[in-house]
């Protein structure tokens, strides 16, 4: 079982998406996209990861829909 990411990261990263800013399935590109918009390390590594753990599963979706 994985970590539980807080409502705080979770509600954050659905409005960033939303919003229309580009991110990968790539922990390392989203980190640095989201280091011109946070200043906390810890809460933008949380943020990259969950948007990079979303990103993979739309990709793996859309690969599995015909």
């Known amino acids: 079982m994985g970590?539980?990411?807080?409502?705080m990261i979770r509600k954050g990263?659905?409005?960033?998406n939303k919003?229309?800013?580009?991110?990968?399935?790539?922990?390392?590109k989203?980190?640095?996209?989201l280091g011109n918009?946070?200043?906390s390390k810890k809460l933008r590594?949380?943020?990259a990861g969950l948007l990079a753990k979303v990103k993979?599963?739309?990709?793996?979706?859309?690969?599995l829909t015909p």
């Open 56 to 63: 993979k599963r739309e990709a793996k979706s859309a690969l």
């Open 45 to 47: 590594n949380q943020m």
């Open 13 to 16: 990263a659905r409005i960033l």
């Open 3 to 7: 970590k539980i990411k807080s409502k």
């Open 37 to 39: 918009l946070m200043s």
């Open 30 to 33: 989203n980190k640095k996209i």
């Open 19 to 28: 919003e229309g800013v580009e991110f990968t399935p790539d922990f390392e």
